[in-house]
């Protein structure tokens, strides 16, 4: 079986050159754009856009994606079926796991989710539609780019429907770059939304290039107002240094996540429950997104203490294992691996627990505190710590590669370190369990989805007034 990638209107297929490339297990045919090509895409959505998408409510943008998630939500639509059937074999993550993950991950798209989004940023949503009384005085009108280009990377299935959801809400025209690693969700979003909502169809694109390949990314720089690049903090820095110096870039590059666990978590009671949550949040996608515990901070003076919860988190692995088997590795990765725990085991006083094929690892670690990050696939660095007040200042030399905090902790205690890790760079404060699964409206890396995309018109309170004077009713 073949399967076609992107999604291109303005261009027939026919007309281009495809690549067929070996993505996981899946034969897909690759559009190989050249910077013309682009370039007439993007003027094309860009009118597109401006025609069709622009003068829509948003409240009607909102009704089409809502329609389009709710058919990806159907096992028994087509386009979910081939979800279910080729991502996992795409990535190489268990079926079942993407299963019951893009499950959960869709639901944030729905329309409630998707006015969370918008109240989150917008004090009056309407603001996107019309002007809009402000606060200070006058009235503002937020406008988002003509052209929005999305640069996305990353093997997670779904994750570049986040923030084409969020151009698709400031009604900018959306051009996003597939991430090689799997090209095909993007594209069949793309495809759902045209059925539910033709208005919609020619006002965003997908695209592909293989890394590296300067002409297409410069033609789509050159011709969007905002670039969203994903990726590795090297592979933005190039993408950064071909930006024109007065046109925008948002960067989202490599972060680094842990985990937190009281003393009032490690009771007899509750510990085995709190290893089984840390335990899913280490399992899912193989810690392959940013928001992944690296390290698990343990609290000593529970019942239960460090060592021995590192040995429940040992057994939860395990259990996820057998339940979500994780998917095959690159020998880059296993090696990666197995220089990761040698390191853990000549560390002093350090204990290792882990599967005798290698798909789990557990370090413990009673005496070295050193902030680092774990091998990845489910590997995970237990250190106790004698307060978790202490924390903070362990990671704060890394504020810079900062991003979520799982914590298992009272609410007074949970609010009073939330604080102490917000001062050193932590953007997110999440449950065990939900590290990997952030909430609508959640505030990617600390800024905004929606506000960092539109420009603000405004209309000064004292332009109205000197209107008044000029109207046919003045005496």
């Not at 006002?203 to 290039?209: I, M």
Request: hydrophobic letters at 45%.
């Amino acid at each position: 079986m073949v399967e076609r990638a992107g999604y291109l209107p303005g261009l027939a297929a026919d007309a281009l050159h495809w690549r067929a490339e070996t993505c996981g297990a899946v034969e897909v045919l690759l559009p190989v754009l050249g910077g013309e090509q682009v370039t007439a895409i993007a003027q094309h959505v860009r009118d597109q856009a401006q025609a069709r998408l622009r003068s829509q409510p948003v409240g009607r943008i909102v009704d089409a994606i809502d329609r389009a998630v709710a058919r990806l939500l159907d096992r028994r639509d087509p386009y979910r079926q081939r979800m279910d059937d080729l991502l996992p074999r795409v990535t190489g993550y268990n079926r079942e796991m993407v299963r019951l993950g893009l499950t959960g991950y869709l639901k944030t798209f729905r329309k409630p989710e998707l006015q969370r989004f918008l109240a989150e940023d917008f004090a009056n949503p309407a603001i996107l539609d019309d002007f809009q009384p402000l606060a200070k005085g006058g009235f503002g009108r937020a406008f988002g780019p003509r052209v929005l280009a999305h640069i996305w990377a990353g093997n997670v299935p779904g994750l570049p429907l986040w923030s084409l959801v969020a151009g698709l809400l400031v009604k900018a025209g959306n051009i996003g770059k597939a991430p090689s690693a799997e090209p095909l969700f993007a594209g069949w979003f793309a495809q759902v939304l045209a059925e539910v909502e033709p208005d919609l169809a020619e006002c965003l694109a997908v695209v592909w290039w293989r890394g590296g390949d300067v002409a297409p990314e410069a033609a789509l720089i050159q011709q969007a107002d905002l670039v969203l690049g994903y990726g590795s903090n090297e592979s933005l820095g190039a993408i950064q240094s071909r930006m024109p110096v007065a046109k925008r870039f948002l960067a989202y590059g490599h972060k680094v996540s842990f985990a937190m666990v009281s003393a009032a978590a490690l009771d007899a009671a509750k510990a085995s429950a709190t290893a089984r949550l840390a335990a899913y949040d280490v399992a899912r996608y193989d810690q392959q997104g940013c928001y992944a515990p690296h390290m698990l901070f343990a609290e000593r003076g529970g019942a239960v203490p460090p060592q021995r919860f590192a040995q429940f988190l040992a057994h939860e692995l395990a259990a996820f294992e057998r339940k979500f088997p994780r998917r095959p590795l690159t020998m880059a990765e296993a090696s990666g691996i197995a220089a990761w725990r040698h390191a853990e085991e000549m560390t002093p006083g350090g204990e290792v627990f882990g599967d005798p094929h290698g798909a789990w690892t557990v370090s413990y670690q009673p005496e070295d505190s050193a902030f680092r990050p774990s091998g990845l696939n489910r590997t995970i660095r237990v250190v106790a710590v004698d307060r978790l007040a202490d924390v903070p200042g362990i990671v704060a030399p890394f504020k810079a590669l900062l991003q979520t905090v799982g914590i298992a902790a009272p609410p007074r205690d949970l609010f009073r370190l939330a604080a102490a890790l917000g001062h050193v760079g932590v953007t997110r404060v999440a449950a065990l369990g939900d590290m990997t699964a952030p909430e609508a409206g959640w505030h990617h890396d600390g800024r905004f989805n929606l506000l960092d995309l539109v420009e603000i018109t405004e209309i000064d309170g004292r332009a109205e007034a000197a209107a008044d004077r000029l109207a046919s009713y003045v005496d």
